[in-house]
């Protein structure tokens, strides 16, 4: 059975930093994996898509990698903005099924 | 386009009532999907279909039905609300497997 992991569950980082969010997953054999952004009750933002024969996409501040292999994924966000404070989640598909992880729940502080 | 359109925005049921949760795409999207979304559960799936007159279970099906009979339409069918209903349901569509999935702006559901 897939599993999804988001570390951590919550992460404060002071404006204009660099920093990473991490998805882990458990079965390897997969279509692609996706990266959303959930605003307080909002529905949720496709951010990134990468195909499971690639290795990142890019998407103006935005990076994501995919190494299939190990089970992870990490999104990459250069020069954090208060705009950018959001949960944060990750989903895998495989076969009918996107499995998402719980998710990263980011406040950019001013 | 509008994308995945859901209604009704908010809901409050008794226990025992039923109801159905709309969604409503026109992307001509094969793929759509009902997840529920519980406070730092993540989402977790209800139903999905592959197409019009094709449903299946998800992790999470009981005490929920749904139907596809055109490309475009999705409900779910609460029979007998409980209060482990209340969450956030959120429908979801794509085109074709692999392909990003978009989503409504869901609905939130008090059962008391």
């Known amino acids: 059975k897939q599993e999804v992991t988001q570390i951590p569950a919550a992460l404060s980082v002071p404006e204009g930093e660099n920093l990473v969010l991490n998805c882990s997953f458990t079965?390897?054999?997969?279509?692609?994996l996706q990266w959303f952004r959930q605003d307080p009750g909002k529905g949720l933002t496709s951010l990134l898509l990468i195909q499971s024969s690639q290795r990142e996409q890019t998407s103006g501040r935005l990076n994501a990698s995919l190494d299939k292999s190990s089970g992870r994924s990490t999104l990459y966000i250069a020069a954090s903005q208060p705009g950018d404070s959001a949960t944060y989640l990750c989903a895998v598909h495989r076969d009918d099924k996107i499995i998402f992880g719980k998710g990263t729940r980011l406040h950019i502080l001013p | 386009n509008a994308g995945v359109t859901q209604t009704p925005k908010f809901r409050i049921l008794k226990i025992g009532q039923s109801m159905t949760l709309q969604c409503a795409q026109d992307m001509n999207h094969n793929y759509m999907y009902w997840y529920r979304q519980d406070p730092g559960m993540g989402l977790k799936l209800i139903y999905y279909s592959v197409g019009a007159g094709i449903t299946d279970k998800g992790e999470v099906p009981n005490g929920y039905n749904v139907s596809r009979s055109t490309t475009e339409d999705f409900p779910l069918r609460l029979e007998l609300a409980a209060p482990s209903q209340t969450s956030v349901y959120f429908c979801?569509?794509?085109?074709?497997?692999?392909?990003?999935?978009?989503f409504g702006n869901g609905t939130r559901l008090t059962v008391t």
């Open positions: 979801a569509s794509s085109y074709h497997e692999g392909a990003p999935l978009h």
């Open positions: 079965d390897s054999a997969i279509y692609n």
